[in-house]
């Protein structure tokens, strides 16, 4: 408590502590003391090889099945109106909810036995309910909170795939060609989980079937590589990777001598300077729309 530490980028602008000033630690700091079970579920906590963290490895914790399903019905993801923190909280206290394929299984009876839920409310969310079956293959990627794939990597990973099926048998060579090594053994292994891959199956069983990424053929930005680094004056990492996307491009997390072009904006880093010292091609926003007027 009270260190100074080091903090760099990662992922998509994610703060990530790489490192501890112990020379400004104060005389009278004490240890943080780390707890030894989970305080949702009470289960004992674990700590990765390599990793400072530690975790909960209870995957039916109801601190953890509260967040997992918060997340994958958000608007970022497979998008159920209505089905809003409170409304899961009564859903996982009662029983109703244990896992994401439930939400799927959900009745009427079950919402309107629940406080000011009227048949109006409840019909409505069972509806949004069905139509997130078919929501953007990427979104569903991204809503099952698979380590290491925001949003960014999820629409790659969806454009490679094509399908929920196709990922789920996906080699780590086929994966790392989407995603890159790193990436592509966290996701490897998480589709290899048997618990996982029960949960997929179970999904499709119920009728999941997200919709396919549209293909741009031929498009303006047809087999380019983007990189995006810092933050833009008008348009967000997402809005910038929809449009490149749109155009047929390609967004990548590092850069390479693939790259054909780093979008940077307002505080970039490390990928600017990969990009100068490869002779990458740099663009601001203002010259990413002034290509896209082109189409």
Not at 171 to 176: A, D, H, N
């Amino acid at each position: 408590v009270g260190d100074f530490v080091y903090v760099e980028k990662a992922g998509e602008i994610i703060p990530a502590i790489v490192g501890v000033n112990t020379a400004r630690r104060a005389l009278d700091s004490r240890p943080f003391v780390f707890p030894t079970e989970c305080p949702a579920c009470r289960t004992a906590v674990v700590q990765r090889v390599g990793e400072i963290a530690v975790r909960c490895p209870n995957g039916a914790c109801p601190a953890q099945l509260r967040r997992r399903l918060q997340h994958f019905a958000s608007d970022a993801c497979v998008n159920i109106p209505g089905l809003g923190p409170v409304l899961l909280d009564a859903l996982v206290e009662k029983g109703a909810l244990k896992s994401i394929p439930d939400l799927y299984r959900l009745r009427r009876e079950t919402l309107l036995a629940l406080p000011g839920i009227g048949a109006k409310t409840a019909d409505q969310l069972l509806a949004s309910i069905e139509r997130s079956k078919h929501a953007e293959l990427w979104r569903f990627i991204y809503g099952l909170g698979v380590p290491q794939v925001g949003a960014v990597t999820a629409k790659e990973l969806a454009r490679h795939f094509g399908g929920l099926e196709a990922l789920m048998e996906s080699s780590v060579e086929e994966l790392t060609a989407s995603v890159g090594p790193t990436a592509a053994a966290v996701v490897a292994g998480y589709f290899k989980e048997p618990g996982n891959r029960a949960t997929m199956i179970e999904l499709m069983t119920l009728g999941v079937e997200p919709s396919a990424p549209v293909v741009v053929a031929g498009g303006l930005f047809s087999g380019k590589i983007f990189v995006l680094t810092g933050t833009l004056p008008h348009l967000s990492r997402a809005q910038a990777t929809e449009k490149i996307l749109a155009a047929g491009g390609k967004v990548a997390g590092s850069v390479s001598r693939k790259t054909h072009y780093v979008l940077a904006g307002e505080g970039s880093g490390v990928k600017l300077d990969a990009a100068r010292s490869l002779g990458v091609a740099v663009i601001d926003e203002a010259g990413l729309l002034r290509m896209l007027e082109k189409k």
